[in-house]
């Protein structure tokens, strides 16, 4: 068991975000809940407060300093230090190459890469005083190459670089930081894939559980549940790493 400490998880409105947030809520954290919606986070908040837990719901852009560096301030003045960050904010721009506009490669790169390094700076300021934190970056695999998605496998590809170097940086703080690459779950973010290809997302789901070793697509708790380890003072001798959690190995 973990002491219970003030968490942060971006892009928790919704999907592998807010099935963490209820998750780190449910074992004692206090929680923010972090989107660009805050009536949205508002309704992740409302739900872990009515199950028992604590939480606050922030509005941020998190590609944007002002916005970020009030965000974290309104955290830990309202819950506390923040010493866990979860960043899993993230949005696709799909296209194949010749067709993917500068626009989009800017707002994938921003989100997912800009958005981490923002969070991690606001953030590891209170973990570095407190001398304890937990860093979990959310890669994909396909960060190994994935069609029509060069943005997004080159912001996760990122991540992982981010990563490690968080780790060797912060370690000496009693600071760890790792990253989850997610195969195939079943989110918001898959149906807008299996639309972009042209298949019925029922399909596409039973297409990818196919060719799982098994069996299965993954669903958000599996996410949550790795996060939940890597965030809790259990995991302090793991830093650096990149955990695939696929349902099978990748290469």
């Not at 986070?41 to 409302?46: G, K, S």
């Not at 922030?58 to 002002?66: I, L, N, P, S, W």
């Not at 170097?165 to 989850?180: M, P, S």
Request: glycine share 10%; charged share 15%; proline share 3%.
């Amino acid at each position: 068991m973990s002491t219970p400490r003030v968490a942060v998880v971006t892009g928790a409105a919704r999907g592998i975000g807010a099935a963490t947030a209820h998750w780190l809520a449910a074992r004692g954290d206090a929680v923010a809940v972090v989107d660009l919606d805050e009536a949205a986070c508002a309704v992740v908040a409302d739900e872990i407060t009515a199950a028992g837990g604590k939480a606050l719901a922030v509005g941020c852009d998190v590609t944007q300093a002002d916005q970020v560096e009030a965000g974290i301030a309104r955290i830990a003045d309202e819950l506390g230090p923040p010493v866990i960050l979860v960043n899993n904010a993230g949005i696709i721009r799909d296209n194949l190459i010749f067709k993917m506009t500068e626009a989009d490669w800017d707002a994938v790169m921003a989100v997912h890469l800009k958005g981490a390094f923002l969070m991690t700076k606001a953030c590891q300021a209170y973990m570095t005083k407190e001398k304890y934190g937990r860093i979990v970056n959310l890669s994909s695999s396909s960060a190994q190459g994935n069609r029509g998605q060069a943005n997004y496998s080159a912001a996760k590809a990122g991540l992982q670089g981010f990563t490690k170097t968080l780790a060797i940086e912060l370690g000496k703080f009693g600071v760890t930081a790792n990253a989850v690459a997610p195969g195939f779950i079943q989110t918001e973010m898959t149906a807008a894939t299996a639309e972009r290809i042209g298949m019925p997302f029922a399909d596409f789901i039973t297409f990818s559980a196919s060719q799982i070793p098994v069996q299965r697509v993954g669903q958000p708790a599996d996410i949550a549940a790795t996060i939940a380890f890597l965030t809790s003072e259990d995991a302090g001798f793991v830093s650096g790493q990149v955990i695939y959690v696929a349902g099978g190995p990748l290469d």
